[in-house]
């Protein structure tokens, strides 16, 4: 389980956290919204160890996060995507994949079934062997997600999964995303601004505006809050 307590965050004069806590149960899918500015992906930066927190905790199964570095947060099961795919464009699909088990205690074999399984499912494997670079904007999304599951994480972040992807990939990475909790023992926080996908995957939501929580709930409850309808839906 991942409890984010009372988390602040200024840049000079701006406070983009003012105090937010939320928490992913194990097998679970949180999905995160706001408005443009409201905090979203400096939460994912907190979490991931982007940014240091200026107050409050992040505790990963007990382990606080807070201070650790990046590559040391994703040791302990925390993968991240971004909105624009930070993948290696020089290099194959499969060796994108093979970078991102290098910490791993596993055979040769056994890391490129792992690869092979996961760009199968993202369905890029006819592609292993072509440089990254070689992908369309959608295709490095579907890479990136792949990329971070086939380090068997705990938790993942991804930040505006849908965002520039064509509808028929978007259909195909909901689908991957609502089997993770459950097939892969593995929880998710999504952040978009694809509303419906948000209802359609998250199990509890939370809205952000100006840096806190404006509301949570489920997906019925956050589009009948008053509030929510007043400072998101309804703007
Ligand atoms: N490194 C930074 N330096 C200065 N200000 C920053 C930095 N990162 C974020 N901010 C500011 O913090 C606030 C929150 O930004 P953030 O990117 O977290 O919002 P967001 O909800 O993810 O927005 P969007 O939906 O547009 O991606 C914004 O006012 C942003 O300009």
Same mark, same amino acid.
């Given at each position: 389980?991942?409890?984010?307590?009372?988390?602040?965050?200024?840049?000079?004069?701006?406070? @983009?956290?003012?105090?937010?806590?939320?928490?992913?149960?194990?097998?679970?899918?949180?999905?995160?919204?706001?408005?443009?500015?409201?905090?979203?992906?400096?939460?994912?930066?907190?979490?991931?160890?982007?940014?240091?927190?200026?107050?409050?905790?992040?505790?990963?199964?007990?382990?606080?996060?807070?201070?650790?570095? *990046?590559?040391?947060?994703?040791? #302990?099961?925390?993968? #991240?995507?971004?909105?624009?795919? #930070?993948?290696?464009?020089? %290099?194959?699909?499969?060796?994108? %994949?093979?970078?991102?088990?290098?910490?791993?205690?596993?055979?040769?074999?056994?890391?490129? @079934?792992?690869?092979?399984?996961?760009?199968?499912?993202?369905?890029?494997? #006819?592609?292993?062997?072509?440089? @990254?670079?070689?992908?369309?904007?959608?295709?490095?999304?579907?890479?990136?997600?792949?990329?971070? %599951?086939?380090?068997?994480?705990?938790?993942?972040?991804?930040?505006?999964?849908?965002?520039?992807?064509?509808?028929?990939?978007?259909?195909?990475?909901?689908?991957?995303?609502?089997?993770?909790?459950?097939?892969?023992?593995?929880?998710? *926080?999504?952040?978009?601004?694809?509303?419906?996908?948000?209802?359609?995957?998250?199990?509890?939501?939370?809205?952000?505006?100006?840096?806190?929580?404006?509301?949570?709930?489920?997906?019925?409850?956050?589009?009948?809050?008053?509030?929510?309808?007043?400072?998101?839906?309804?703007?």
């Amino acid at each position: 389980m991942l409890v984010v307590e009372d988390l602040k965050k200024s840049f000079g004069g701006l406070q @983009a956290l003012k105090g937010v806590s939320v928490t992913l149960p194990d097998e679970s899918i949180l999905g995160v919204i706001g408005m443009n500015g409201s905090g979203k992906t400096t939460l994912l930066n907190c979490i991931n160890g982007i940014y240091v927190p200026d107050e409050g905790s992040i505790r990963l199964d007990n382990i606080n996060l807070v201070g650790m570095p *990046i590559h040391r947060v994703a040791a #302990r099961g925390v993968g #991240r995507t971004f909105q624009v795919p #930070r993948v290696f464009q020089h %290099m194959t699909l499969m060796e994108n %994949m093979d970078v991102a088990q290098v910490a791993h205690d596993s055979t040769h074999d056994e890391r490129y @079934a792992r690869s092979e399984y996961w760009l199968h499912k993202v369905e890029l494997l #006819r592609l292993r062997h072509n440089y @990254a670079e070689e992908l369309s904007g959608g295709q490095q999304k579907l890479l990136e997600l792949a990329r971070i %599951m086939v380090a068997n994480p705990k938790v993942i972040l991804l930040d505006e999964p849908f965002a520039g992807v064509n509808p028929e990939l978007a259909q195909m990475l909901i689908g991957i995303i609502k089997e993770i909790p459950q097939q892969h023992g593995c929880s998710v *926080i999504l952040v978009s601004h694809d509303l419906t996908s948000i209802y359609r995957l998250s199990n509890h939501i939370v809205v952000m505006n100006e840096g806190a929580v404006l509301a949570e709930g489920s997906a019925a409850q956050v589009k009948e809050n008053p509030a929510v309808v007043e400072a998101y839906l309804g703007a």
